[in-house]
């Protein structure tokens, strides 16, 4: 599922469901709870943009700060 996301850069959880539902049977539950679990590491971001659909994107991890010796 993550690596979906990272390759499209977003997708709405209809379009998301419908692809990993081609390759097995998952739930809408299933998928929230690999969802909320994605977004708690940081790997994900989701947002509602609508009543009921929610758009997922990929989130690009920041360069570290750089810290000067004094």
């Known amino acids: ?7 499209k850069k977003h997708v709405t959880d209809d379009e998301l469901l419908g692809i990993i539902s ?12 690999a969802l909320l679990d ?3 590491l940081g790997m994900i971001s989701v947002r509602w943009v609508a009543k009921e659909k929610r758009r997922i994107e990929f989130v690009e991890a ?6 000067y010796a004094e």
Request: proline fraction near 7%; charged fraction near 30%.
């Open 1 to 7: 599922m993550f690596e979906i996301v990272k390759e």
């Open 38 to 40: 994605l977004e708690i």
């Open 22 to 33: 081609k390759g097995g049977g998952y739930s809408i539950h299933e998928l929230n709870k």
């Open 62 to 67: 920041a360069p570290a700060p750089v810290r």
